[in-house]
């Protein structure tokens, strides 16, 4: 028996770390779930998990300054892949923290609340420096269709 081809879809968003951009991130994600027929509560997770990205690009690569960025999107078979590149700061995720919230807010302490939200969201996420210092993030997520 013949295996049929997956059909593979791809979408790309271009943009600068600049003001509304997380907005224009999360619109782009919702778009092209619907465009991809992915179910709504995968959609939410890749949402978040990309807003938290951006955020840190935006936060980290770039210390608050304006910076390329690049969103794919790329759906094959039941497995949605989206890479974050930016060409700012890399991240060496050994010096992450872990979030410490406790019960005293005074003592609560909230770096690499992102990074964990990426990590609950997505089935899998990896950070690497390509070539020409792009650092790139890539998230996957198993959808199903609506």
């Given at each position: 028996?013949e295996k049929s081809?997956e059909?593979v879809r791809?979408f790309?968003?271009?943009g600068?770390?600049g003001?509304?951009?997380l907005?224009?991130?999360s619109a782009?994600?919702e778009?092209?779930c619907?465009?991809?027929?992915v179910d709504?509560?995968s959609?939410?997770?890749v949402?978040?998990a990309?807003?938290?990205?951006?955020?840190?690009?935006?936060?980290?690569?770039?210390?608050?300054?304006?910076?390329?960025?690049?969103?794919?999107?790329?759906?094959?078979g039941?497995t949605l892949e989206?890479?974050?590149?930016d060409?700012g700061?890399?991240?060496?995720?050994?010096?992450?923290p872990?979030?410490?919230?406790?019960?005293?807010?005074?003592?609560?302490?909230l770096?690499?609340?992102g990074?964990m939200?990426?990590?609950?969201?997505?089935d899998?996420?990896?950070f690497?420096?390509?070539?020409g210092?792009a650092?790139?993030?890539?998230?996957?997520k198993?959808?199903s269709?609506?």
């Amino acid at each position: 028996m013949e295996k049929s081809k997956e059909r593979v879809r791809s979408f790309t968003w271009s943009g600068e770390t600049g003001s509304g951009f997380l907005e224009e991130l999360s619109a782009f994600v919702e778009q092209t779930c619907k465009k991809l027929h992915v179910d709504e509560k995968s959609c939410c997770h890749v949402q978040l998990a990309v807003g938290e990205a951006g955020a840190n690009t935006r936060e980290h690569a770039y210390g608050g300054e304006t910076g390329r960025v690049r969103l794919e999107m790329v759906k094959s078979g039941h497995t949605l892949e989206i890479r974050l590149t930016d060409w700012g700061k890399s991240i060496d995720l050994d010096q992450v923290p872990r979030p410490q919230v406790g019960p005293d807010l005074e003592e609560t302490k909230l770096d690499g609340l992102g990074v964990m939200i990426m990590r609950k969201a997505m089935d899998e996420i990896t950070f690497e420096t390509k070539s020409g210092g792009a650092n790139q993030v890539t998230m996957r997520k198993r959808v199903s269709a609506n």
